[in-house]
Nanobody, 133 residues
Framework: QVPLVESGGGLVQAGGSLRLSCAAS????????MAWFRQAPGKEREFAAG??????????AAYADSVKGRFTISRDNANTVYLQMKSLKPEDTAVYYC????????????????????????WGQGTQVTVSS
């Protein structure tokens, strides 16, 4: 059973919007931070956005500079995460992956913490986002 399943990808024109969803199953992810990574053809997988585990329903979000102000990550419970993408650009074209990493320290992780690809415990299979010019 795949613990993380992404949906919502597709083809959109530049300037358009898409909303990605990530549904986690098989266990509770309340102790995990959740993140979205993306990988364009010929490039390494890169961090896009992340959201911390909740503490009294308070969550901390982090964004790569390339998406800041255009993408919004949210989490409506321990096991569902969204990525709202607006003002999409052709350079946003990539496979988008949902990932989960156990967060042992409460609060906002350091910026560097989010970027460590090898430290994530679970990955989805990815959903394609294509932005046409």
């Amino acid at each position: 059973q795949v613990p993380l399943v992404e949906s919502g990808g597709g083809l959109v024109q530049a300037g358009g919007s898409l909303r990605l969803s990530c549904a986690a199953s098989g266990r509770t992810f309340s102790d995990y931070a959740m993140a979205w990574f993306r990988q364009a053809p010929g490039k390494e997988r890169e961090f896009a956005a992340g959201i911390s585990r909740g503490v009294s329903n308070v969550y901390y979000a982090a964004y790569a500079d390339s998406v800041k102000g255009r993408f919004t990550i949210s989490r409506d419970n321990a096991n569902t995460v969204y990525l709202q993408m607006k003002s999409l650009k052709p350079e946003d074209t990539a496979v988008y992956y949902c990932a989960a990493r156990r967060q042992s320290v409460l609060g906002a992780p350091s910026p560097r913490w989010w970027y460590l690809v090898g430290e994530y415990d679970y990955w989805g299979q990815g959903t394609q986002v294509t932005v046409s010019s």
